[in-house]
Structure formats: structure tokens, C-alpha cells
């Protein structure tokens, strides 16, 4: 009787990976400095030094973005980490909101 | 205003006696305005941005009574210190952080109890007594941070 030897290679199992649709992925957030005509220019740059360790170049960019468009987006966190953030640049009076990303 | 020193322990400023005097005074004021409501966002309204908001002010109140405990500290004889021709400020990285939190709590409530004006100068001619006071501690606190800054 003829026999069937068993292939030298068995085929890989294949194991079906899980995707995550967009809706299941945690909600990220902008933080958002707005302009006010209160806050001083060499502050405002002293801060984002501060808070997001940016050195000056990349702190005055944004600086001016807030200055001539009115507002600049300073990160992209989860909530946790956008609500710090907001909360250290309130505390410097400075105006910052998180606004859902998506 | 003068810095003499920046190292890694802290900052030195010197300042004349009359700046010295207007420092400790605008120190010893804070907070002079009431604290405001902060907003969290300004688009998002749902139930979880509600509670962000409820914690961020209750977070920034109890910020602001710290800051009051740590503006008597700053004005202690070791930081503020007086000498023959003026004044010695000697704080370290993160007073210096504080001072600014307190001096820009001053500018922005100022600003706010003027109206929140886009115009910085007193727009009506003379300004009431109430609104002087404003104005010049507004001016103030832009000057001292302008002046620690500015080095």
C-alpha cells in the first residue's frame, strides 16, 4: 500500500490578527495657545521653553504663530497628558485649551 | 534691573531700592484680583469636558494659595535682600518660575478687571482712580518680567 509521507513543511497557522477601527483608538487632543494682547512675547516663548523643553527657535516659532494667526497648536496628546499640559500653561496665565483632535 | 549671575543654584539680579520697594510691594498684594473661570476648551461641551474643567479650576484655586505661601517666601531677607545702594534678588530655578506665575497672575487680572482691553493704554481721559491702580500694577508686573527676562 502506497504510503504519503508528510510534507517537510507544514503549513504556517495562520493567525488572524485583530485590527482596531479608528472609533476604538484612544481620543487624542490639540493643545491650543490662543492670542491675547496681555501676554508678553518673551514670556510666552519662556514658557513653551519651560513646559515642552523646546529650545528657543522652535518656542518663538510657535510663539508668532499665536501672535499673527491667533491661536498655534502646541502638541498632539492623549487626554491625560493634553489636560497637564493645559493645566501648566494656565497656570502661567497663559490661554490654552485641549480640543478633540479628530 | 541687572542680572549679575545665572548658574545652575539660581539667579541674581540687582535692582535699585525703589525697584526693590515696588517688588516687595506688588508680593506682598498678591493675589489682588479674584481668581476667573478657565475654560478647558472651547469647542468641546460633553460630560467628560465638564469634569476637566470642574478639576482644572479647582486645581488652579489651590495653585493660587500655594503661590500666596511661596510670594511671602520670595520676600524673605535671604532672597530679597536689602544693601547700601539697593536690592539683591537671589532665587533659585524654580522660584524664579514662581515669581513669573505670580507676576503674570497680576498682569492678567489687572488686564481682566479693566475689561479685557486689546488696547493696553488707558482709553478714557483721565481714568478713574480704580482703573489707574490697574493699569499701573499691570504695567508693573510687565516691567519685572520683562526685566528678569530680558538677560
Redesign the interface.
Known amino acids: 500500500m502506497p504510503t504519503i509521507a508528510e510534507p517537510a513543511t507544514k503549513p504556517k497557522r495562520i493567525v488572524k490578527k485583530e485590527t482596531r477601527s479608528k472609533d476604538d483608538l484612544a481620543p487624542t487632543f490639540y493643545v491650543i495657545c490662543w492670542n491675547d494682547p496681555i501676554n508678553l512675547m518673551v514670556y510666552v516663548t519662556h514658557v513653551f521653553m519651560k513646559i515642552f523643553g523646546w529650545n528657543k527657535q522652535k518656542a518663538q516659532k510657535h510663539m508668532m504663530e499665536v501672535h499673527e494667526k491667533g491661536k498655534s497648536v502646541l502638541v498632539r496628546e492623549g487626554a491625560e497628558k493634553a489636560e497637564f499640559y493645559v493645566h501648566q500653561l494656565q497656570n502661567y496665565k497663559l490661554q490654552a485649551t485641549m480640543e478633540p483632535a479628530e | 534691573m541687572k542680572l549679575l549671575k545665572n548658574n545652575k543654584d539660581g539667579w541674581q539680579y540687582e535692582m535699585n531700592r525703589r525697584e526693590g520697594d515696588c517688588l516687595r510691594s506688588l508680593l506682598n498684594q498678591f493675589p489682588i484680583t479674584e481668581s476667573n473661570h478657565?475654560?478647558?476648551?472651547?469647542?468641546?461641551v460633553e460630560p467628560?469636558t465638564v469634569e476637566?474643567e470642574k478639576?482644572?479650576n479647582e486645581?488652579?484655586s489651590q495653585?493660587r494659595n500655594d503661590l500666596k505661601k511661596l510670594a511671602n517666601n520670595l520676600m524673605s531677607a535671604d532672597k530679597l535682600k536689602a544693601g547700601q545702594n539697593g536690592c539683591r534678588l537671589l532665587i533659585s530655578p524654580e522660584e524664579r518660575?514662581i515669581l513669573?506665575?505670580i507676576l503674570?497672575?497680576i498682569?492678567?487680572g489687572c488686564?481682566r478687571e479693566l475689561g479685557?482691553?486689546?488696547?493696553?493704554e488707558p482709553k478714557t481721559s483721565p481714568p478713574s482712580h480704580k482703573e489707574l491702580v490697574f493699569y499701573n500694577l499691570?504695567n508693573l508686573a510687565?516691567y519685572f518680567?520683562?526685566s528678569l527676562?530680558?538677560q
Open positions: 478657565a475654560k478647558i476648551s472651547r469647542t468641546c467628560k476637566r478639576l482644572l486645581s488652579m495653585h518660575e513669573f506665575q503674570n497672575d498682569r492678567v488686564w479685557e482691553p486689546e488696547n493696553l499691570m510687565g518680567e520683562h527676562l530680558k
